[in-house]
């Protein structure tokens, strides 16, 4: 089973919403649908949604941005040596960006 782990340490498996900021749960993704879980990678659709942080990310507002999702990078989920994860996050803005932001966006993901 190949799984993508949330910040609460659980393995997931096509989400349909995944926080990427954990500290604050001020970046994330909302309206997941998978085409593809696996072998080597995940590929799906959603919504971003990400704090403005205008004037402040306490008093900030969502700000939403359609997406493609690729999860990649498989590798060994520490302390679970026979499930694999997926280690890299790749956006690709379909239609309006954040300001400031390129074409994609790459994170790690937690382990």
Known sequence: MLVVVDCSRMPQVRPAEYVIECADANDQLTGLHWTTWGPGNAVGTGVESLN????????????????????????????????????????????????????????????
Do not use: E, I, M, N
Not at 68 to 93: D, Q
């Open 52 to 111: 403005d942080c205008r004037p402040t990310c306490a008093d900030g507002h969502p700000q939403t941005y359609p997406v493609s999702v690729v999860l990649s990078k498989l590798v060994t989920w520490s302390g679970h040596p026979h499930t694999p994860r997926f280690a890299t996050l790749t956006l690709r803005y379909t239609g309006a960006r954040p300001p400031g932001a390129g074409a994609t966006k790459v994170d790690s993901l937690p382990d």
